[in-house]
């Protein structure tokens, strides 16, 4: 069993950079394909970025492509997502979550596909 913890979340002005990092724990790391989702307030938890568990495939949200890089280093048991160029519309907590595949090359947006998550890290983008 893997257990996430996210961190490099904060306050940024519009146009900034964040990134955030997800250190797992426990499990075989490089068995898990992860992904980066956020939920602002009021609003339901949606998908940002995953990453296939070798990190050789990766899905964005329209929302975010171009504009934010999802990466995983499994040697550091870390995936990072670099956001760049952040909008008021980003504000969230933004949730690491990691689904054990059988496949090294599957990505997945649903949140009803990710077993383990880790606690979110908040992101605010000023205007």
């Known amino acids: 069993q893997v257990q996430l913890l996210e961190s490099g979340g904060g306050l940024v002005h519009t146009g900034g950079s964040l990134r955030l990092l997800c250190a797992a724990s426990?499990?075989?790391?490089?068995?898990?394909?992860m992904g980066w989702f956020r939920q602002a307030p009021g609003k339901e938890r949606e998908f940002v970025a995953a990453t296939s568990r070798s990190g050789g495939s990766t899905d964005y949200s329209d929302s975010v492509k171009g504009r934010f890089t999802i990466s995983r280093d499994n040697a550091k048991k870390t995936v990072y997502l670099q956001m760049n160029s952040l909008k008021p519309e980003d504000t969230a907590v933004y949730y690491c979550?990691?689904?054990?595949?059988?496949?090294?090359?599957?990505?997945?947006?649903?949140?009803?596909?990710?077993?383990?998550w880790g606690q979110g890290t908040l992101v605010t983008v000023s205007s």
């Open positions: 979550a990691a689904f054990e595949s059988w496949f090294a090359e599957r990505t997945h947006r649903s949140p009803n596909a990710y077993s383990y």
């Open positions: 426990g499990g075989t790391f490089s068995t898990y394909a």
